[in-house]
């Protein structure tokens, strides 16, 4: 646990700040700077870039996080392992060209009527595709050589950096707004060749054609494992964005970005998953190698009760300043509040499940989460296009809700069954109080005049609370023992 606190930490430090950056991006670009459409168009490519670059690794992003702790050695550099992730997802992003420049012209028809500004810009999928392919197997790579930080730093802030830059310009009338689409997704593009310098600056890009062969057993080991990982990893991909495509197919391009939007706000609850997954894959990988079931059931402890005392700390200071919020965006964004609020209980559900989807996806029972995905993505499906049509883009944000809810449930009690374990204690009903009490106070704050000081104020009496009763009550020894560290220094 040692090395998810530290590594967590750095993580987590890392993804605020790129949060920080990110907000500000949408504070100003999405919020002021964009039209709806113009964020429609920015978010609906990136979304359907990473289904597609998902496909494009075939499988090997589950290839290096279930399989690597069989090639570890830096003597013999991991025994050319890096070399079959990026052949394949060359040999993928090569096989989506293919399909591209055939179905192209039939989905510019389907969305001539609503998305000509998508239409245009529809040719930055292909290098999208192929370089963020690279992006997601280099970063796996680098989370399973211990280097957890290297694709947070890449994607979280320099490629955040490089598009608020750039939106900068874009408003200040130094560029056109293709020139600003351009570096948009170049920048995106970019971020492959920065994971690139950085496994390079720590003498760990090794890309040459490996000298010792694969055994018959782990090459059968090594595509079963793809082939699993091919479908776990596009269902993954898919029930995170499919939400955003189907908006923009039923709704158009404004409501796209609208939902956008209020989507990011939602996901900021994530962050700290995000963190401490980036490390547990490769704990709990190399726990299940050694048989060690005890380390195991402990990270599933501790980050189901962590990630839920940031995610609820996270979802409650954002709903008690949410009237605020809205005050400060423009009107076409009223419709923001409820997706926000769904969309954010879907990810505290998520969080507070913890490392189940790892668990699982590191066992030898593998091939049954690829089950549960393929089960959920229809899920998915039937739930946006049923709710959509009624509730609009509110719809998108219950049925996020509901996805997480079923999945997660159907997750626990998978593990409950096939290894005994659970991560509930008491400690969520102390923390669940914690909450209530703490955005109570906040909540029936009389009302400032300035939207920007009623943040401020609302957010700070709420974390104050939240924060002080969170370590008198010592619901986490590891939040305490960070706080203890930090103190001493």
């Known amino acids: ?35 709806p459409e113009q964020n429609g168009l920015l978010n609906v490519i990136i979304s359907i870039s990473l289904v597609t670059s998902s496909l494009s690794n075939l499988g090997f992003g589950g290839v290096t996080m279930r399989l690597f702790p069989q090639f570890r050695d830096a003597q013999t550099r991991h025994r050319g392992f890096l070399f079959y992730p990026l052949l394949f997802t060359a040999i993928g992003s090569l096989l989506f060209l293919g399909a591209f420049l055939l179905f192209k012209e039939e989905y510019i028809a389907r969305n001539a009527s609503n998305a000509s500004l998508l239409n245009e810009h529809i040719y930055f999928l292909v ?67 920065g994971m690139i310098l950085i496994l390079y600056q720590k003498g760990e890009w090794h890309w040459r054609i490996p000298k010792e062969k694969l055994t018959p057993e782990l090459k059968r080991e090594m595509r079963d494992v793809a082939i699993f990982s091919v479908i776990t990893g596009l269902s993954g991909m898919l029930i995170s964005t499919i939400d955003k495509i189907i908006v923009n197919d039923m709704l158009g391009l404004a409501a796209a970005g609208v939902f956008s939007v209020a989507t990011y706000f939602g996901s900021m609850i994530q962050i700290p998953a995000r963190s401490v997954m980036r490390i547990s894959s490769t704990i709990i990988s190399e726990s299940w190698k050694s048989g060690d079931m005890a380390n195991i059931a402990l990270v599933y402890r501790k980050s189901a009760l962590n990630q839920f005392i940031i995610g609820l700390y996270l979802l409650l200071g954002l709903w008690v300043t949410m009237d605020s919020l809205l005050s400060l965006m423009p009107a076409d964004y009223a419709d923001a509040r409820n997706v926000i609020l769904f969309m954010g209980l879907g990810y505290l559900i998520d969080l507070a499940t913890g490392a189940n989807g790892i668990i699982i996806a590191t066992s030898k029972y593998y091939r049954y989460d690829t089950w549960f995905m393929l089960v959920l993505v229809v899920f998915t499906l039937i739930t946006n296009i049923t709710l959509i049509p009624i509730y609009g883009i509110t719809g998108a944000g219950i049925a996020s809700c509901l996805t997480f809810a079923l999945f997660n449930a159907a997750r626990l009690i998978f593990i409950h069954v096939k290894f005994g374990m659970q991560p509930f204690t008491k400690s969520f009903l102390y923390i669940a109080a914690i909450g209530a009490c703490s955005a109570s106070a906040a909540y029936f704050l009389p009302t400032m005049g300035n939207g920007y000081i009623d943040i401020l104020l609302r957010g700070g009496l709420f974390s104050l609370i939240f924060g002080a009763l969170v370590l008198w009550s010592g ?13 001493k220094r």
């Open 127 to 193: 290098p999208l595709t192929f370089f963020l392919g690279i992006f997601n197997v280099l970063d796996v790579f680098a989370r399973s050589i211990y280097v957890s930080t290297a694709g947070i730093i890449v994607k979280e802030i320099a490629l955040r950096v490089v598009i608020l830059l750039a939106a900068m310009a874009y408003h200040a009338g130094f560029i056109t707004f293709d020139t600003f689409v351009l570096l948009y997704f170049t920048s995106f593009c970019a971020i492959a060749l």
């Open 475 to 487: 619901v986490s020894p590891d939040i305490n023992a960070v706080v203890r560290k930090f103190q």
């Open 1 to 35: 646990m040692g090395i998810i606190t530290r590594q967590a930490i750095q993580s987590t430090a890392y993804s605020y700040a790129g949060a920080f950056l990110g907000f500000l991006t949408v504070w100003f670009m999405n919020r002021l700077w964009l039209t």
